[in-house]
């Protein structure tokens, strides 16, 4: 029998497994390869970053943080991965949490506002390849927000959907 911690862990292959697997069920066949493996990779690592970690950029408590880091804050360099960082941040408030962000902030203008990180993020990125990603990223925003949230509200629905084991007899 496995320990306990082998039970509870979930280490970073498992979570981005099962987010791929998640995705892969509400996208359609023909979405692309690297761009769901990405979508999944996002959320696999926010799953694992607290929205108080010290270590590295904590996980935004909601699309008010991504405004006051990413647009108010004037002095934020022109950096790909700070742009990426805004865009995935974007992707996962707007998209996986729109439920709860909705009644809050306007999700098309933050999904506009991921689109543009995205882009920024391509345009200073070295990497053609990535830069390649990143701008398709950007195209797709609006369908991978969409696939998020509807992820997240299946996975939401799937704990009615869970079936309980007999209680013990009490006689």
């Not at 991504?66 to 004037?74: E, H, K, L, R, S």
């Not at 990603?133 to 609006?142: G, N, P």
Request: proline share 5%; with cysteine.
């Amino acid at each position: 029998m496995e320990s306990l911690q082998e039970l509870l862990a979930v280490d970073d292959q498992r979570a981005l497994e099962f987010f791929l697997v998640g995705l892969k069920d509400v996208s359609e066949p023909t979405v692309d390869k690297h761009e769901l493996l990405y979508n999944a990779s996002v959320l696999a690592h926010f799953a694992h970053i607290s929205t108080h970690n010290d270590v590295e950029m904590p996980t935004p408590a909601d699309l008010s943080v991504v405004f006051d880091q990413f647009v108010a804050n004037t002095t934020v360099p022109h950096d790909s991965q700070l742009m990426e960082a805004a865009g995935a941040q974007c992707l996962l408030l707007a998209g996986f949490f729109e439920d709860q962000m909705r009644g809050r902030h306007n999700i098309r203008w933050y999904a506009e506002l991921g689109a543009g990180f995205f882009t920024r993020a391509a345009t200073y990125q070295e990497s053609r390849q990535k830069a390649r990603l990143l701008t398709m990223l950007a195209r797709h925003f609006e369908p991978w927000r969409q696939r998020h949230a509807r992820l997240s509200r299946e996975l939401r629905d799937q704990a009615y959907l869970l079936a309980l084991p007999n209680p013990p007899s009490l006689m």
